[in-house]
C-alpha cells in the first residue's frame, strides 16, 4: 500500500512566521504535488515535482516555496505566513507515467 | 490555459435515483481525465480515469472531446455514495501538472 505521510496534521502559527510543511512518500515515486484545498475553490495547486531538485510553479505559487533534496520527501515553506494561508494543506505522489495520485491526509494550518 | 469546471456545488437525490456529476475541461492537446473522491474523514482517492473505461462502484465517465465533457454518471444512487468530488486533469506528460475542479458535493437522501 502506498503510503504518503504529512508529519503535521493540524497547525497554528501567527502572521509573519515561518512555516515548514513535510510530506514523505514510501513508494518510491518520482513525481510530488502540494495542494490546498478550500470550500468552493476545490483543490489548487501551489507547487509540483518531478525529480529530486526539480521544482515547477503550480497555478499559485506565490507566498509559497519548496524543496525537494531527497526523492521521498517534498516540503512545502510558507516563507512568512499571513492569515489568507489558512487552509487544509494536501500532498501527493504519483509513479512517472502514471496517472494515478495518492494523497495524505492532510494538515489544516490555521495563521493568526 | 487548463481549466477544469464542476458547475455544481451540491446535488441532492434520492436513493435509488439517477446522478450525473458535470465535469468541462480546456486543454490544448489530448488530456487524462480522472474522477477522484473524498469520503467524510477519508483521504481523497482516485475512482475512475478515462482511459480505462471501466465502471467503478457503479460509476462510469465518457470522455466526449467534442463537448469537452466528462461527466460522472450512476444508474441507481446508494447512500454510501455520498461524498465530496472532484474532476481533475493532467497532461500526458511525465513532467505534467494535474489540476482539480471545484468540487461536487454529492448528498443521497433516504
Known amino acids: 500500500d502506498v503510503k504518503v505521510t504529512q508529519s503535521s496534521r493540524y497547525l497554528v502559527k501567527r502572521t509573519g512566521e515561518k512555516v515548514f510543511l513535510e510530506c514523505v512518500q514510501d513508494m518510491d515515486h518520482e513525481n510530488m504535488f502540494w495542494y490546498r484545498q478550500d470550500p468552493g475553490l476545490g483543490l489548487r495547486l501551489i507547487y509540483f515535482?518531478?525529480?529530486?531538485?526539480?521544482?515547477e510553479k503550480g497555478d499559485i505559487p506565490e507566498g509559497y516555496s519548496v524543496s525537494r533534496e531527497k526523492k521521498e520527501r517534498f516540503s512545502l515553506i510558507l516563507e512568512s505566513a499571513s492569515t489568507n494561508q489558512t487552509s487544509m494543506y494536501l500532498c501527493?505522489?504519483?509513479?512517472?507515467?502514471?496517472?494515478?495520485?495518492?494523497f495524505g491526509e492532510g494538515s489544516r494550518l490555521t495563521v493568526l | 490555459a487548463q481549466r477544469v469546471t464542476q458547475p455544481e456545488k451540491l446535488l441532492s437525490v434520492f436513493k435509488g435515483a439517477p446522478v450525473e456529476l458535470k465535469c468541462n475541461y480546456s486543454y490544448s492537446g489530448s488530456p487524462e481525465l480522472f474522477w477522484y473522491v473524498q469520503y467524510s474523514r477519508q483521504r481523497l482517492q482516485l475512482l475512475l480515469r478515462h482511459i480505462s473505461r471501466e465502471s467503478i462502484k457503479g460509476f462510469t465517465a465518457d470522455l466526449n472531446k467534442g463537448e469537452t465533457s466528462f461527466h460522472l454518471k450512476k444508474p441507481f444512487a446508494q447512500e454510501e455514495d455520498s461524498a465530496m468530488y472532484y474532476c481533475?486533469?493532467?497532461?500526458?506528460?511525465?513532467?505534467?501538472?494535474?489540476?482539480f475542479g471545484s468540487g461536487t458535493r454529492l448528498s443521497i437522501r433516504p
Open positions: 501527493a505522489s504519483k509513479r512517472r507515467g502514471t496517472g494515478e495520485l495518492f
Open positions: 481533475a486533469l493532467s497532461g500526458q506528460s511525465s513532467a505534467s501538472k494535474i489540476i
Open positions: 515535482s518531478y525529480d529530486v531538485k526539480m521544482k
